[in-house]
Nanobody, 115 residues
Framework: QVQPVESGGGLVQAGGSLRLSCLAS????????MGWYRQAPGRQRELVAM???????NVIDSVKGRFIISKDNAKNTVYLQMNNLKPEDTAVYYC????WGWGSRGQGTQVTVSS
């Protein structure tokens, strides 16, 4: 299984926005729901958002109204639009084909939100 490739992280001030992108293999993209996890030092890893193969999105309560997950089937790409970012959103964000779980994650992209 080819690992997905994330991009789009960076340093942003609180209240700002970033859009993360995840390029996945066509095989993974077509048969697996895709998820965005985040991992911050000293905190438990959490699944922030996921989108099913038919495009149904879901996000956790702490980012509802701020984060939007979407995908472009033609580009095998999943996006995470993050608005009104908060310092507690600081983490490494990983794209994961959920059919295969955490071990199939990409290299991650760092998101840092300054107060």
């Amino acid at each position: 299984q080819v690992q997905p490739v994330e991009s789009g992280g960076g340093l942003v001030q609180a209240g700002g926005s970033l859009r993360l992108s995840c390029l996945a293999s066509s095989s993974a993209f077509s048969i697996s729901a895709m998820g965005w996890y985040r991992q911050a030092p000293g905190r438990q890893r959490e699944l922030v958002a996921m989108i099913t193969t038919d495009g149904t999105p879901n996000v956790i309560d702490s980012v509802k109204g701020r984060f939007i997950i979407s995908k472009d089937n033609a580009k095998n790409t999943v996006y995470l639009q993050m608005n009104n970012l908060k310092p507690e959103d600081t983490a490494v964000y990983y794209c994961v084909p959920l059919r295969w779980g955490w071990g199939s994650r990409g290299q991650g992209t760092q998101v840092t939100v300054s107060s």
